[in-house]
């Protein structure tokens, strides 16, 4: 993959690598007698050698952040087991050069510890990060919007919003960044549309939008 030229080549090597089933033409032109791998072999030795290759390269460290873990809690028990059991292995088979980080509601963490108790154990630390209050919430949205402004602006750092606003969006939003970022985009696409507000975006208006 590093030294290849041809384009085809390496991304059909690296479907390879993440199990994903090739052509028998991609196989052949990778000299591959098989058109896939399995998960244990991609856990016990694809992953292993990758992580040699980047050691030999220079890059003493390979972190992988798996966002949105909680997904897998709305799977069967039987499937959740058997990917958070090739998780436990992935850790155990790279114990050294690899951090493993996870990305999930704190109460999908909890399903997935009682689920496999095994990989809960290899869990070296966990940040649990609480809502945003309102003034968080508030700094939050001045620091995005001032990204934005011009210049010669000296106006209020929160404007269009004011802190009635931003309570109803953080509140909506469950004091989620993400949700209050998205929440405050959708709120301004609307309020652009209506002449009617001039500077500021009311409490109510904000009500309206979310459904609060």
């Known amino acids: 993959m590093a030294i290849e030229s041809d384009q085809d080549k390496r991304n059909a090597a690296w479907k390879f690598c993440i ?7 991609e196989a052949k032109g990778l000299g591959l007698v098989s058109e896939s791998l399995s998960e244990d072999e991609i856990v016990r030795y694809v992953f292993p050698s990758l992580i040699q290759i980047l050691n030999r390269n220079g890059i003493a460290m390979l972190f992988l952040l798996i966002d ?10 039987s499937k959740t087991f058997a990917f958070l059991e090739n998780l ?7 114990l050294n050069g690899f951090c493993m980080m996870f990305s999930c509601q704190t ?28 003034p968080s919430a508030i ?18 750092s929160l404007s269009p919003f004011d802190e009635p606003a931003v309570d109803v969006i953080d509140h909506s939003s469950k004091g989620s960044i993400r949700y209050i970022l998205q929440n405050c985009n959708t709120i301004l696409e ?18 309206k939008i979310l459904g609060s």
Not at 68 to 77: G, H, L, M, P, Y
Not at 88 to 94: A, K, Y
Not at 144 to 155: M, V
Request: charged share 35%.
């Open 68 to 77: 949105e873990v909680e997904k897998i809690a709305t799977k069967s028990e």
């Open 139 to 156: 700094l939050l949205i001045e620091d995005y919007l001032r990204t934005a402004r011009i210049e010669r602006y000296r106006g209020s």
């Open 19 to 25: 199990g994903k089933t090739l052509s028998k033409g």
């Open 88 to 94: 436990r292995s992935l850790i155990d088979n790279n």
């Open 107 to 134: 109460e999908a963490l909890e399903i997935l510890a009682s689920t496999s108790p095994a990989l809960s154990d290899r869990m070296s630390e966990i940040v649990d990060l609480d809502p945003l209050d309102l």
């Open 190 to 207: 609307h309020a652009a549309l209506r002449p009617e507000i001039k500077k500021t975006i009311p409490a109510e208006f904000v009500q």
